[in-house]
T-cell receptor, first 113, second 115 residues
Framework: AQSVSQHNHHVILSEAASLELGCNYS??????LFWYVQYPGQHLQLLLK??????LVKGIKGFEAEFIKSKFSFNLRKPSVQWSDTAEYFC???????????FGGGTRLMVKP | DGGITQSPKYLFRKEGQNVTLSCEQN?????MYWYRQDPGQGLRLIYY???????QKGDIAEGYSVSREKKESFPLTVTSAQKNPTAFYLC??????????????FGPGTRLTVL
């Protein structure tokens, strides 16, 4: 069975700091990868996704993620965070041969103004 | 205005009672899902359905039941057999279940508290 690990459970940054959230998965086959974000009081929404092609994926609000197959990783990055990025971030993996999403435990990001 | 609606937003239940959470979508999606969200554990799949009148157990189906009588509706019943039902429940849907570039769209969630 596949699993997803997000090693940072809580991250606190000041505005303008750079962000990198780790995501590692365990599955040997082809995968589809996602980052979802849950802003306070709002729906879970898709931030970005990787299916194939360029391993560097651009998402909404200046976020990007890089798929490194050899490291089974899909880390989320943003060069300069804003207070409005305060949210919980979830990495998710879908085995290409399967149907289901497996989510990581989430990372709570707090950005101090 | 397309989307997924869940009701109620907050729900309180006494121990020993069954309770049903509503999920409706008007996105014409084939697949629907129920997740449970607990702090530090992310989202865990309870049940999913790829077509009307068909559904499959997810990773933590014990103590839950579902039905899919209509394409747009996928209610979840939390039964008294669920040992630790207090949680945040999220419903999702996607255009298709198997293959394709399908992403899941989520509802606003229902927070269930057992008193």
């Amino acid at each position: 069975a596949q699993s997803v690990s997000q090693h940072n459970h809580h991250v606190i940054l000041s505005e303008a700091a750079s962000l990198e959230l780790g995501c590692n998965y365990s599955y040997g086959g082809t995968v589809n990868l996602f980052w979802y974000v849950q802003y306070p009081g709002q729906h879970l929404q898709l931030l970005l996704k990787y299916f194939s092609g360029d391993p560097l994926v651009k998402g909404i609000k200046g976020f990007e993620a890089e798929f490194i197959k050899s490291k089974f990783s899909f880390n989320l990055r943003k060069p300069s965070v804003q207070w409005s990025d305060t949210a919980e971030y979830f990495c998710a993996v879908k085995a290409n041969a399967g149907n289901m999403l497996t989510f990581g435990g989430g990372t709570r990001l707090m950005v101090k103004p | 205005d397309g989307g997924i609606t869940q009701s109620p937003k907050y729900l309180f239940r006494k121990e020993g009672q069954n309770v049903t959470l509503s999920c409706e979508q008007n996105l014409n999606h084939d697949a629907m899902y129920w997740y449970r969200q607990d702090p530090g554990q992310g989202l865990r799949l309870i049940y999913y359905s790829q077509i009307v009148n068909d559904f499959q157990k997810g990773d933590i189906a014990e103590g839950y039941s579902v039905s899919r009588e209509k394409k747009e509706s996928f209610p979840l019943t939390v039964t008294s057999a669920q040992k630790n039902p207090t949680a945040f429940y999220l419903c999702a849907s996607s255009p298709q279940l198997a293959g394709g570039y399908n992403e899941q769209f989520f509802g606003p969630g229902t927070r269930l508290t057992v008193l």
